[in-house]
């Protein structure tokens, strides 16, 4: 790495019968994205504060982030095995995209944990974060709020990727945390316009197609990265905004079930005819925890805010989906080793590889659903 300092990282792949490293050929061996995710993880993990080798392994992932920032702003998402960082490929580039919010979102999380126990750390988080927030005002939130059609549907054009309001969720949750820590009104101003822009992707009423869904970009929903529920949420909440969490509650009470009722869908795409819209495709597979985990954290957001038992019953039917009732009728996550299956192709066929993305999404959910013991208790754990 760049500085020389130890850092933590995570496989990518990890693939059925051995489950051996296995690096990619054109992005590399381990990324931002899923190390963002692992510290995430050992950030909320209850023994935290206790367990020495936890906090190593913290340490070493957020070291890796942080030495994973370009002089841009920005931040690389792949290392090569040789530990060299990958700057060219599509999917590695310094630039504004997913990375580059999951490094945002994850560096903000932590800066409290480090506030009080590491000042050195904390003060490169807050050096890192302030200059990826210049280039998130600069490229992002400065653009106009104007709309386009697409397909005969009205979508934001000020959002990350234009109408990616999948970007936007995870932008969203690290703009949050940064304002919570510095309360700067600019920030505040930000977050409000990024929400308004999500609201404009919630398509469809309770009864007609997609039943008030957020869709993911332009006019396609799809399953991976919908964490746009969650994030009006957990925002709406925080920020007193009853209109936002209002419409998150929409999706969760009348397209989660959809969803579940259609034995879930990968995504769909719709077009939109005199104030109607209707579905021109619609996928069921593949399936894979990284579309299960976002609506898991969706209603356990709608649960902790008005506690009725319906959401804890619904986060126990999604849960489910890891735990055998999903398509294939196979168990996707193994609770004693950890690991996830890579998703469900058919109800014929399952990937039993075993990537970093799919491990960490399913140990995610699970980490929120061991705080409710009502749920718990209702999946039979």
């Not at 799919?358 to 718990?376: D, G, N």
């Amino acid at each position: 790495m760049p500085n020389g300092t130890a850092v933590g990282s995570i496989a990518i792949y990890s693939n059925f019968p051995n489950y051996t490293w296995v690096a990619d050929n054109d992005e590399g061996a381990t990324c931002v994205d899923d190390v963002a995710r692992a510290a995430m993880f050992y950030l909320n993990e209850p023994d935290l504060n206790t367990s020495t080798t936890k906090q190593d392994k913290l340490n070493k992932l957020v070291e890796f982030v942080l030495q994973m920032q370009a002089e841009n702003g920005y931040f690389y998402n792949f290392l090569w095995g040789d530990h060299t960082i990958n700057k060219t490929f599509q999917t590695s580039v310094a630039e504004a995209n997913w990375w580059s919010w999951r490094a945002f979102w994850c560096l903000n999380e932590c800066y409290g944990y480090y506030k009080n126990k590491d000042a050195a750390i904390a003060a490169r988080i807050d050096k890192a974060t302030n200059a990826l927030l210049a280039n998130i005002q600069r490229d992002i939130l400065s653009k106009a709020k104007t709309t386009e059609t697409i397909s005969g549907v009205e979508i934001p054009k000020w959002l990350p990727a234009g109408s990616g309001a999948d970007q936007s969720a995870i932008l969203l949750l690290g703009l949050l945390s940064y304002y919570q820590r510095n309360n700067e009104t600019v920030v505040l101003q930000g977050i409000e316009k990024l929400g308004e822009g999500i609201l404009l992707m919630q398509k469809g009423e309770i009864n007609s197609y997609p039943f008030r869904a957020f869709l993911s970009w332009q006019n396609t929903w799809h399953a991976y990265g919908s964490d746009a529920a969650y994030a009006m949420l957990k925002a709406g909440k925080a920020l007193q905004k009853p209109t936002w969490v209002s419409a998150a509650m929409q999706e969760v009470d009348y397209y989660y079930p959809y969803l579940i009722s259609k034995g879930y869908l990968e995504s769909f795409v719709v077009t939109g005819s005199n104030g109607t819209l209707a579905k021109t495709k619609e996928s069921q597979f593949s399936q894979i925890a990284y579309g299960i985990r976002p609506m898991i954290w969706a209603t356990l957001e709608a649960y902790a805010i008005n506690k009725d038992p319906k959401y804890a019953s619904q986060t126990a039917t999604l849960s489910s989906w890891f735990l055998g009732k999903n398509p294939a009728q196979i168990m996707i996550y193994n609770s004693q080793t950890g690991r996830c299956y890579d998703g469900i192709d058919s109800p014929g066929s399952v990937n039993k590889n075993s990537g970093a993305e799919s491990t960490i999404e399913a140990l995610w959910a699970f980490q929120l659903v061991e705080k409710y013991p009502e749920v718990v208790k209702l999946l039979g754990k």
